[in-house]
């Protein structure tokens, strides 16, 4: 799986994204280590706070089913009528991927004809992680 072929998996899984009140639509699609992948959208809700992001869904979906650990992930974001673009992960999203992935754990972003590859660790430096509490 390349990271072309993991996007075209986010743009898919985009398509699924309930946003009615932000209508800004993102898909996710996760690379388990074990070749599986996990696809989430974002899903919105009318009383705001249990919204959830795709990349929370798509990492729940495997936690729930036993997998812990991830090779990559691809997001894609944008206004739901226009095409998926550039969509950074947000705060809450880094934490979760850093308290199942490494500082390796690839971060796939960018749109149907571009793709940037990032680092965990660039994306969240000095990450507070499950080794802190030991
Ligand atoms: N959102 C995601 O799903 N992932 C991100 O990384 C950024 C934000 C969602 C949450 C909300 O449904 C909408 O995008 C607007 O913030």
Redesign the pocket.
């Known amino acids: 799986m390349n990271n072309k072929e993991l996007m075209d998996l986010a743009l898919k899984a985009r398509e699924n994204?309930y946003?009615p009140?932000?209508n800004?639509?993102?898909g996710?699609a996760l690379l388990a280590k074990n070749g599986k992948v996990y696809l989430?959208?974002?899903?919105?809700n009318s009383s705001y706070t249990p919204?959830?992001?795709?990349?929370?869904?798509a990492f729940f979906k495997a936690v729930s089913e036993g997998v812990k650990e991830f090779e990559a992930i691809a997001?894609v974001?944008g206004k739901t009528k226009e095409e998926g673009r550039f969509?950074?992960?947000?705060g809450v999203?880094r934490q979760v991927m850093a308290e199942f992935c490494n500082k390796d754990f690839k971060i796939i972003l960018g749109d149907r004809h571009h793709i940037e590859e990032f680092t965990l660790e660039s994306m969240l430096p000095l990450a507070f992680t499950p080794t802190d509490l030991k």
């Open positions: 994204s946003s009140y932000s800004f639509a993102v996710a989430g959208c974002n899903i919105e919204t959830i992001c795709a990349e929370r869904v997001i974001g969509c950074a992960p947000c999203c």
